[in-house]
């Protein structure tokens, strides 16, 4: 038997291609609003970002986040991901890299 195919995506901060699974989905909504969904099955236009805080400050700093998405972002939605982003790892640790 073949191997599963395994999703792969690209970190709209650091442009490194990694398992859908070990990024982060950040979703255009359709009020124009904007959401993290871990889950990865929202609808909406979707960016991918790494699961660390560097990645999001980077993408945030960039205007990276925005052009991804196809939106302005306000400084309420910038707010909400940076508050966001203070909860993950600075790194990657061993077992994260794992898939």
Do not use: N
């Amino acid at each position: 038997m073949g191997r599963k195919h395994v999703p792969q995506r690209t970190c709209v901060a650091c442009r490194q291609v990694r398992a859908k699974r070990e990024l982060i989905r950040i979703v255009r909504v359709s009020d124009e609003s904007v959401e993290i969904d871990e889950t990865g099955k929202k609808s909406g236009r979707g960016a991918y970002l790494c699961r660390m805080a560097p990645c999001w400050e980077l993408a945030l700093a960039k205007g990276a986040l925005g052009r991804a998405l196809k939106m302005r972002l306000t400084s309420a939605q910038e707010e909400h991901l940076r508050d966001f982003a203070e909860s993950l790892p600075q790194e990657l640790s061993m077992e994260d890299t794992r898939g």
